[in-house]
């Protein structure tokens, strides 16, 4: 079992940015992938970034790519995701999961539960 637990969520103004982190429990982190997802009110939840074991591979949704940044510290046992030049629509309850690293949300084992995340405008 892994445990997830996202921080540094919270409100922000359009164009400013944030850091989310990603603690993970286990001692075997650092063979996992991992990913951020969010999911806003109504809407199902979407692939946001995603980091293979050793961070050598790195994913990006066309949304973000080229403002958000995954990165991860397998000494930590931490992932996290910088968020830059965040838009009113980044707007969600942002969460960290461990599996392949890939897009595709059938391919994570673990989630945490997830770290609100409101831009306003």
């Known amino acids: 079992q892994v445990q997830l637990v996202e921080s540094g969520g919270g409100l922000v103004q359009a164009g400013g940015s944030l850091r989310l982190s990603c603690a993970a429990s286990a001692s075997t982190f650092s063979s996992y992938g991992m990913g951020w997802f969010r999911q806003a009110p109504g809407k199902e939840r979407e692939f946001v970034a995603g980091?293979?074991?050793?961070?050598?591979?790195?994913f990006y949704a066309d949304s973000v790519k080229g403002r958000f940044t995954i990165s991860r510290d397998n000494a930590k046992n931490t992932v996290y995701l910088e968020m830059n030049t965040l838009k009113p629509e980044d707007t969600a309850v942002y969460y960290c999961?461990?599996?392949?690293?890939?897009?595709?949300?059938?391919?994570?084992?673990?989630w945490g539960q997830g770290t609100q995340v409101t831009v306003s405008s």
């Open positions: 980091i293979n074991w050793s961070g050598g591979t790195r």
């Open positions: 999961a461990a599996g392949l690293g890939t897009r595709s949300i059938y391919e994570y084992d673990y």
